[in-house]
């Protein structure tokens, strides 16, 4: 049997390391009888992915017109809404019949092995038992797709505390590096006020539109009607 790797990461931490989940799947794929065809791996939040995820598109793509099994490290790796993952589930295992393995919940498709391997000798008992498996099977991914989900959500929140907010100052990592985009230049913040005191009547997309300056790449961008709106409110109230 044939199978394609999938891996992402999104951070630098010792269970986030390519390598070692790499080295798992191989692994699984060695111990369950596997050949490997194609290792793919992605870098970056499946949030910010979640709209655009062109590898995890074309291993998807792949698995389907080679007629090979996904291995995954965990299924957080490639799902963060459950409703998705429930879907996926169904249609790759019931449309397909292709297996979608996690080295680390290697008990999610257990149900479903047991509705392939089950056979009575009475029919009718024999139908009892693959709907009692199918029911299991259901209820099974749905957990799956929420512990995702939950997963998530609990990566969220520690990316949150490891955050420094302090009045006045910037918010920054724990690390100390500047959270969220860079501030603009005072120069540039400047202008926007003087622009605004002598034109009152200008519109904020019109005094964005009016005032660029250069980012630390050299790269020419326009001040957005946000960050006009942020700079005059404040100085509204200093006033």
């Not at 009718?124 to 939950?150: T, V």
């Amino acid at each position: 049997m044939r199978a394609i790797i999938y891996n992402r990461v999104s951070t630098k931490g010792k269970e986030q390391n390519p390598r070692l989940q790499r080295k798992d799947c191989l692994e699984f794929a060695k111990e369950n009888r596997l050949e490997v065809i194609e290792t793919f791996e992605e870098k970056g939040s499946a949030w910010k992915l979640k709209s655009k995820r062109p590898i995890w598109e074309k291993v998807q793509d792949l698995a389907i017109k080679q007629k090979a099994h996904i291995i995954l490290w965990r299924y957080d790796r490639a799902f963060r809404n459950k409703q998705e993952f429930f879907k996926f589930m169904k249609i790759m295992f019931e449309v397909h019949n292709l297996k979608v393995y996690s080295v680390k919940e290697p008990s999610v498709i257990s149900f479903y092995n047991l509705i392939q391997s089950t056979k009575a000798d009475n029919p009718i008992f024999d139908n009892l038992l693959k709907g009692l498996f199918k029911a299991l099977w259901d209820f099974q991914i749905e957990q799956a797709g929420e512990e995702a989900e939950e997963e998530s959500r609990k990566k969220s929140e520690r990316v949150k505390l490891a955050v420094i907010k302090r009045e006045g100052e910037p918010t920054k990592s724990y690390k100390g590096n500047i959270w969220g985009r860079s501030a603009l230049p005072k120069k540039t913040i400047r202008e926007i006020i003087e622009i605004h005191k002598e034109n009152p009547s200008m519109s904020l997309r019109e005094i964005s539109q009016s005032i660029s300056y250069w980012d630390k790449n050299k790269n020419k961008k326009f001040v957005s009607k946000s960050a006009v709106h942020k700079i005059l409110s404040k100085e509204n109230k200093q006033n």
